[in-house]
């Protein structure tokens, strides 16, 4: 079963060809009329504006802080009474260098503040933070899938394989509609949500 959904959609495979096609249809309107760039890096109330935009024809919850615990497979995500002290944190966090901000957005991942579309709203503003404190975006097309997804399920106990993945993708094309669009790729995207009730654990 799909999520509920503003299209109707109740099989969930074709669900998700329509958040892939809607969501890179906004994405690539945020990119050119220049919203994103008004956003401040780093700022949790940036990547909810970009959730919303992403989102907002699809999901009722766009922008919004979920309100369900979730996992993924064996990992779970903060859960919900921890999310907004959490996010609170994740905002005060150093964003100056390249390991810093790897950092910043593995506990954005760890937070996973949304019910759906965290990772392609967070590549986004992953990217604002490069780009503004180093100069350099990362070229998704040269991030290995499997490995990618791997170094994110292992990144809250050990990041360096996801910095050292990052890092040999970074390029300084940060103002190339083709690099930024590669984030946005579906197949990044984080599949086999379950969600829990606190006494379940």
């Excluded at 859960?79 to 966090?93: G, H, Q, R």
């Excluded at 975006?137 to 394989?161: F, G």
């Amino acid at each position: 079963m799909a999520l509920e959904n503003k299209l109707g959609i109740v099989d969930s495979s074709e669900l998700a060809r329509e958040e892939e096609r809607i969501s890179k249809k906004k994405a690539a309107q945020l990119f050119e009329d220049g919203r994103l760039d008004q956003l401040e890096p780093g700022r949790f109330s940036s990547l909810q504006a970009i959730h919303r935009i992403l989102f907002e024809e699809i999901f009722d919850f766009a922008g919004e802080i979920r309100t369900v615990n979730m996992a993924k497979g064996n990992f779970c995500f903060a859960p919900v009474m921890y999310l907004e002290a959490a996010l609170e944190s994740i905002d005060k966090m150093p964003q100056s260098t390249f390991g810093e901000i790897v950092e910043k957005y593995v506990e954005m991942n760890v937070a996973h503040p949304f019910r759906e579309g965290n990772g392609r709203s967070m590549r986004i503003w992953l990217d604002r933070m490069l780009k503004k404190e180093i100069g350099k975006v990362v070229d998704w097309s040269r991030v290995n899938k499997e490995d990618y997804l791997m170094a994110m399920e292992r990144s809250p106990v050990k990041d360096l394989e996801i910095k050292h993945a990052l890092q040999n993708a970074l390029t300084d094309e940060t103002d190339s509609r083709e690099i930024y669009m590669k984030g946005i790729d579906h197949s990044y995207y984080y599949e086999g949500y379950t969600t829990y009730k606190t006494e379940e654990l």
